[in-house]
């Protein structure tokens, strides 16, 4: 965390260079376009004094330097370029841990509370309700953070998430009575929701094709390592100790934020293309590729005006097939993967290990299961610089789904014991984090347009919160209702299911710009295998 800070006060001083290069007229042309009373008097332009503000920029640019000839969604950066990248995604890190705190807060304060000598002892219910409610107050935040990241930027909506993130562990570490923890919850739940949109928002558009997998995989990892902190603090402080240790990382994530620069996609959508054109230029290490990669963005911004796309209302635009398919996969998804048990395992860790019988402590298994998520995370974000998603997301739900049921076929011949019902358990764990745990954040990165990601992301994560505070307040019940058997085999089933819609629907997105993969949405194949595979000569 120190050399991160260290690096951003050090490294990141803004340097903007033009240099002279050959020539497509890319540039001229469209200036040449803007320029005409036409398009003054379009309705596709949203502002005099932002057709005035492009015709400024494309000026900067046109009248020393053009672009050259390039393969549309092929940048790369230069050494300082990817260091840049990975600096950024370190204070996004930083942000991804802290949020990992309330999630696995309630799987070691819940025995503590249960404790005879605890001063605010609990029941099963209430218990139920410390876990789950934290999953209440996310899609109140998740609701909030598509706006708010369109209106103040990527950047800002992450650091203003820190607040009440701390707000909520002050509350959760002076709780003096049940309610007040509840409120803790709810406004650390609240924070939680804010920010996750965003962090996949934001890395998403920062980073290259080539780094974008595994920039937007990291969070995981770090989130995974918020988890296993909070677990290991559990396992030797009292829950009031850990709520207060929690709040370093937010508020060192505030700090190294502050030198991060704004995405230069929401900058360029906004009319502000010099500010977007500087922080291109950081993040790409050399003024040439920065020019081509926001040259594309601006192309494909003035073809949406021109189509008279920007007039068209947020719920009409959603409706529309190449917002609509990648939308309605998402979701599809999210509702199968929460169904198949990723959250609820980490929520209530200690509990579903003890449940599911064996000889290992469950407090032991517990923080194994941390670990291995944490080392999976690690392992899938490297996997994703070689690795296609298509292929690491159906390992994931074969394996997961192969553990789930063998599991529940296990439990349902008697009580568990031995060490294969926690290894199962293990297995579980590590192939649902291999591609199912990650897959969210990237479709959201990769898979939703330009023009709607920061409202659809808020708004997925909304409705994917809504749907896991539900299943996880109800666990408890189902556990009674149907067993354990029958719980694992309702997380194989759904493992299953997910790993056959993902199959048939998902498009391979390694390597491709984000522009490519809106083009992709724009055709009308649904299946992954009837798409057009050739398109000037490039697989997609």
């Known amino acids: 965390m120190v050399f991160t800070l260290f690096g951003y006060v050090v490294y990141f001083q803004p340097k903007f260079r033009v240099v002279r ?3 497509d007229g890319a540039h001229e042309a469209m200036l040449s376009q803007n320029q005409t009373p036409k398009a003054v008097k379009s309705k596709e332009a949203k502002s005099s004094e932002e057709y005035e503000a492009l015709q400024s920029f494309l000026r900067s640019i046109s009248s020393t330097a053009t672009l050259p000839p390039y393969v549309k ?8 370029g990817v260091f840049n990248q990975c600096l950024i995604t370190c204070a996004v890190l930083i942000l991804a841990a802290g949020a990992g705190h309330p999630i696995g807060f309630s799987a070691v304060a819940l025995p503590q509370l249960r404790n005879e000598n605890s001063t605010l002892r609990i029941d099963d219910d209430m218990g139920s309700w410390i876990a789950s409610i934290h999953s209440a107050a996310t899609p109140l935040g998740s609701m909030l953070s598509g706006p708010i990241m369109e209106a103040i930027g990527r950047r800002r909506t992450l650091q203003t998430s820190t607040l009440p993130l701390v707000i909520g562990w002050i509350l959760i570490g002076t709780a003096s009575h049940h309610a007040l923890l509840l409120l803790g919850r709810v406004v650390c739940g609240f924070a939680v929701g804010i920010m996750a949109a965003p962090s996949q928002v934001y890395l998403g558009e920062i980073s290259e094709p080539r780094l974008r997998g595994l920039l937007i995989g990291t969070p995981f990892v770090a989130y995974s390592l918020g988890v296993l902190y909070v677990y290991a603090l559990g396992g030797a402080l009292e829950w009031r100790q850990v709520a207060y240790l929690s709040i370093l990382l937010p508020v060192l994530a505030f700090v190294a934020l502050c030198f991060s620069p704004e995405s230069p996609t929401w900058l360029a959508r906004r009319g502000r293309f010099h500010e977007a054109m500087a922080a291109m230029s950081r993040l790409r290490g050399d003024s040439d590729t920065a020019q081509r990669e926001l040259h594309e963005l ?18 009409a635009t959603v409706l529309r097939p190449p917002v609509l398919k990648p939308l309605l996969l998402i979701n599809a998804f999210n509702m199968m993967q929460i169904l198949s048990g990723s959250y609820v395992v980490i929520f209530y860790a200690v509990d579903i290990v003890k449940d599911s019988g ?16 944490l080392a999976v995370t690690v392992l899938a974000c490297v996997m994703l610089l070689k690795v296609t998603r298509r292929a690491l997301v159906l390992v994931s739900g074969i394996g997961a789904t192969a553990c789930t049921l063998s599991l529940a076929f296990l439990l349902s011949q008697g009580p568990g014991s031995g060490v294969v019902p926690p ?7 590590a ?18 347009p330009t023009k709607v990601r920061g409202l659809c992301g808020g708004y997925i994560f909304c409705l994917f919160n809504a749907v896991l505070f539900g299943f996880t307040k109800l666990y408890p019940v189902m556990k009674n209702v149907i067993g354990m058997a029958g719980v694992f085999g309702l997380f194989g089933a759904s493992s299953a299911l997910a790993t056959i819609v993902l199959f048939l629907l998902l498009p391979e997105t390694k390597g491709k710009s984000l522009i490519q993969i ?3 949405y724009q055709k009308p194949n649904i299946l992954w295998v009837t798409r057009n595979k050739m398109d000037n000569g490039q697989s997609i």
């Open 518 to 520: 809106e083009q992709y």
């Open 298 to 315: 601006i192309s494909a911004r003035e073809k949406e005006k021109a189509r008279g796309e920007e007039t068209i209302p947020f719920f």
């Open 423 to 429: 290894a199962l358990i293990l297995g579980y764990v």
């Open 431 to 448: 192939f649902n984090t291999l591609g199912f745990f990650l897959l969210p954040g990237l479709m959201i990165g990769e898979l939703l």
């Open 73 to 80: 969604g092929e940048t790369y950066s230069s050494v300082r």
């Open 358 to 373: 064996g000889s290992l402590s469950p407090h032991l298994a517990a923080n194994a299961s941390a670990l291995v998520r």
């Open 21 to 23: 290069i050959e020539s």
